[in-house]
């Protein structure tokens, strides 16, 4: 049961089309909650224990990100004065003191977590993660000999004095705070930087004690016992380490720029001098250490977050490189569908039907062999591709440059502004031109984040257009972590929507709607509108109204208040938000019919369904865009229409009734901004993603 409150007016006093405050959960608070949700998996004894320490990891990198942008970018509001407040109400000051205020519990909650039930666990399982200091005599002895033979070669100590500046701090990097004597009342300082080039966790060789258990030591703390043979001669009075963050958020006035690449290239190179935003410590560090750091980086006490224990526990991902296959989720391979298992029927496959793949219980290959096949084909005359995060060694990208090599017409769309993945893309994009392939990257001001494959074929009824659109990356890696759609078709309609949005893309059509396509930035918003208030209309006219939306993120203030009028109108309103969720539901008199639940469990949940019940003629849309300013906004996004009846049917009755089913690993969202998990009662249990799996 949802705990209910009194209904607030919908808009905020004098400010029409603007959402109450009080109706809004707030953005950033919203993401914590999401992120504690990810630290309960980490907690939860029921993951295997190896997937838990996973959990953690995630938990903590996904903080280092929330930094970065988040923080990074309230601090940037602060800075300039601007007098805007965020939808729920909030100035930047406040914002981050209410950030700072939501953060003290989970930090504490995963500290203790780590140190009082994961590493005991790891112990009693034969897996040792543990301080210098809690060697024995021999350990200690052949991890020293490691340090002098493969740690000492590759550290610099810094020092700092009249002559020699404070150094440049890296962003997520992990340093020593080194104080040494110098006089009976003076002291010098230096920084020891702990290398990112070697792993956080240092094996104790096993033949020192072979009756030992597989045993892990921090690097850091091998480097602070043996800082002597880095200072010899002088007197080590007190060594902390230290992590700092910087704000990583890029920003890219691309109107201004005549060449996107080269400029991207420079931003990234600057970005490693963003504003520090936060200051890891050691609880145990000493005021003088805080002192000088606070000074030299810049920040005020409100940017310092003391733990127990070591920094940067994202470092703990290095143990799932453990071969202990009882410590973690028993392997999963993705099932191929019968009808795409054979590379060279793949065109006949998708014309005999349109085909849905749904990652990762299906798997991602027959979109690479589609690709593959495409680049053999001697009919196929041209690809046309958009590239958002391939990742590394990109079979995608292989294919693509096979295909230039084969002589077809090779476009790709490069997004160089996918966050934390510019790098990669400024690379692929080099590689693609290199080749001689027409690489773009699209429009001033957007992003393109839809995942849009055009393949056009010679065939004896003349040119025929074959698409994938997308609910996630063309990327191998993810495809088998993230859940997501990926839709095969040569409907005409689609293929000419596509066609003729590649031009937008690439050339200077000025094309806003299409036949069935709905494309951000120019029609996607106020088409989902008109499809919730026809829903409105429909349910006072038939009763009938209901709507299924299941997407990442919702705080778009429009969505959100015509969620809010539908629910007014009596349709019933179910969401799967796994992350930020704006909306309240359970509010007497105004959202009694909005539910909404979040799901976290073995694969990251990333595909965006959007059901319209349209008094039995239903509508369903899969794509890219989630419910967010920035989708529906700032980007180029894309939702397309799944039309064939059984697929419709498997989307509605298997896939997202499966997930408004589930009772393990669903959280279900209060009025108050607080989640519960559901648990299964006397009910059979029901794990959405588990039954996935079951039916491959």
């Not at 200051?279 to 145990?284: H, P």
């Amino acid at each position: 049961m949802h705990e209910t409150i009194a209904a607030p007016p919908l808009e905020a006093p004098g400010a029409a089309g603007r959402i109450n405050p009080a109706l809004y959960i707030n953005r950033e608070l919203s993401w914590l909650a999401f992120n504690r949700r990810v630290l309960e998996e980490a907690e939860d004894p029921r993951n295997p224990l190896l997937e838990r320490v996973k959990f953690v990891a995630i938990f903590y990198a996904n903080l280092d990100e929330f930094f970065m942008v988040r923080v990074a970018a309230f601090k940037e509001w602060q800075a300039t004065g601007d007098p805007r407040r965020t939808p729920n109400g909030f100035n930047p000051a406040e914002q981050l003191a209410a950030i700072r205020a939501e953060l003290r519990a989970p930090l504490e909650t995963s500290t203790h977590l780590v140190h009082q039930t994961l590493l005991p666990a790891l112990r009693a399982a034969g897996v040792v993660v543990c301080r210098y200091h809690e060697l024995d005599a021999a350990q200690r002895a052949a991890l020293d000999e490691t340090f002098r033979r493969d740690v000492f070669p590759v550290l610099t100590p810094l020092a700092v004095d009249t002559s020699r500046r404070f150094p440049f701090i890296s962003n997520l990097s992990l340093s020593l705070a080194v104080v040494l004597e110098d006089t009976a009342s003076d002291y010098r300082f230096a920084r020891v930087k702990v290398p990112e080039v070697l792993p956080r966790l240092l094996h104790v060789p096993a033949e020192v004690r072979p009756d030992a258990p597989l045993t892990f030591v921090w690097l850091e703390d091998v480097i602070a016992a043996n800082l002597a043979m880095l200072f010899p001669g002088k007197t080590i009075r007190e060594a902390y380490p230290f992590r700092i963050t910087r704000d990583l958020d890029l920003d890219v006035t691309d109107e201004e720029a005549e060449n996107l690449l080269d400029l991207m290239e420079e931003n990234v190179r600057q970005r490693r001098f963003g504003q520090v935003v936060r200051l890891e410590l050691d609880a145990a560090t000493s005021p003088l250490v805080r002192q000088l750091l606070t000074r030299n980086l810049g920040i005020s006490a409100d940017d310092l977050y003391d733990t127990n224990g070591p920094l940067g526990l994202r470092a703990l991902m290095e143990l799932l490189s453990i071969e202990r296959p009882d410590l973690k989720d028993t392997p999963w391979t993705p099932h191929i569908p019968k009808a795409l298992r054979d590379e060279d029927q793949l065109f006949a496959a998708i014309r005999a039907e349109d085909r849905l793949l749904h990652h990762p219980f299906d798997s991602f290959m027959p979109v690479v062999d589609l690709l593959e096949a495409a680049a053999n084909d001697p009919e196929v005359l041209a690809i046309k591709q958009t590239l958002y995060r391939v990742g590394r060694n990109s079979p995608i990208v292989r294919a693509l440059l096979e295909a230039r090599e084969a002589g077809k017409q090779v476009a790709v769309l490069v997004e160089l502004k996918a966050r934390f993945d510019e790098e990669n893309n400024i690379s692929w994009a080099r590689a693609l031109e290199q080749a001689g392939v027409h690489v773009t990257y699209g429009l001033i001001g957007l992003k393109t984040h839809a995942k849009l494959l055009l393949i056009v074929r010679k065939e004896a009824d003349g040119l025929r257009r074959y698409v994938h659109l997308g609910t996630g990356n063309y990327n191998v890696g993810t495809a088998r972590l993230y859940t997501d759609l990926g839709f095969l078709t040569c409907d005409d309609e689609i293929g000419a929507d596509v066609s003729e949005l590649f031009n937008v893309l690439t050339g200077y059509s000025n094309q806003t709607t299409y036949r069935k396509l709905l494309v951000a930035p120019h029609v996607l918003h106020r088409a989902l509108l008109a499809k919730i208030e026809r829903e409105i209309e429909r349910h006072g006219a038939h009763g009938d109204g209901h709507l299924i939306f299941k997407c990442n993120g919702l705080t778009d203030e429009a969505i959100t208040l015509a969620l809010y009028r539908a629910a007014q109108a009596g349709v019933r309103v179910d969401l799967l938000v796994r992350g930020i969720c704006s909306v309240r539901p359970g509010i007497a008199g105004l959202s009694e019919t909005i539910h909404v639940r979040s799901i976290v469990g073995r694969f990251l949940e990333h595909h965006r369904v959007y059901w319209f019940n349209n008094g039995g003629q239903e509508e369903l849309y899969l794509g890219s865009a989630d419910l967010m300013e920035r989708n529906l906004h700032k980007r180029v996004e894309t939702l397309f229409p799944i039309e064939r009846p059984g697929l419709k049917t498997y989307l509605r009755h298997t896939v997202l009734e499966t997930y408004l089913r589930d009772n393990t690993t669903a959280r279900v969202l209060q009025s108050d901004g607080r989640y519960i998990r559901l648990v299964p009662g006397d009910a059979p249990p029901v794990n959405a993603q588990l039954e996935f799996m079951q039916l491959r």
